[in-house]
Nanobody, 125 residues
Framework: QVQLVESGGGLVQAGGSLRLSCAASGRSFIYYSLTVAWFRQAPGKEREFVAR??????YIGESVKDRFTISKDNAKNTVYLQMNSLKPDDTAVYYC??????????????????WGQGTQVTVSS
């Protein structure tokens, strides 16, 4: 089983930056075979796709593509979400999610079966 742990959230002023980390662990998975995605959910709103990465393939959601970047460090089994020019409406719980498939393209959170606990990002105005 794969376990995911997010970190790096916090409080930041509008225009600031944060880097979120998603560390994967477990004895029965091949890290490079995973597709890892970031989702976010604000109170009372639908969970929203943010970005995904698999191998060297990366995709950023349209709403954040000019401000966010996804990357990974294979040696650390960690995926990062670099968030720049943060806005108050970026405030949400950010979740790391994964599936044991390469190049998985779904943006539907219901299709991801491995989840971290979430990390809170709050952007003040």
């Amino acid at each position: 089983q794969v376990q995911l742990v997010e970190s790096g959230g916090g409080l930041v002023q509008a225009g600031g930056s944060l880097r979120l980390s998603c560390a994967a662990s477990g004895r029965s998975f091949i890290y490079y075979s995973l597709t890892v995605a970031w989702f976010r959910q604000a109170p009372g709103k639908e969970r929203e796709f943010v970005a995904r990465i698999s191998g060297g393939t990366r995709y950023i959601g349209e709403s954040v593509k000019d401000r966010f970047t996804i990357s990974k460090d294979n040696a650390k089994n960690t995926v990062y979400l670099q968030m720049n020019s943060l806005k108050p409406d970026d405030t949400a719980v950010y979740y790391c999610a994964a599936v044991n498939r390469m190049d998985y393209t779904s943006e539907n959170y219901g299709n991801y079966n491995i989840w971290g606990q979430g990390t809170q990002v709050t952007v003040s105005s």
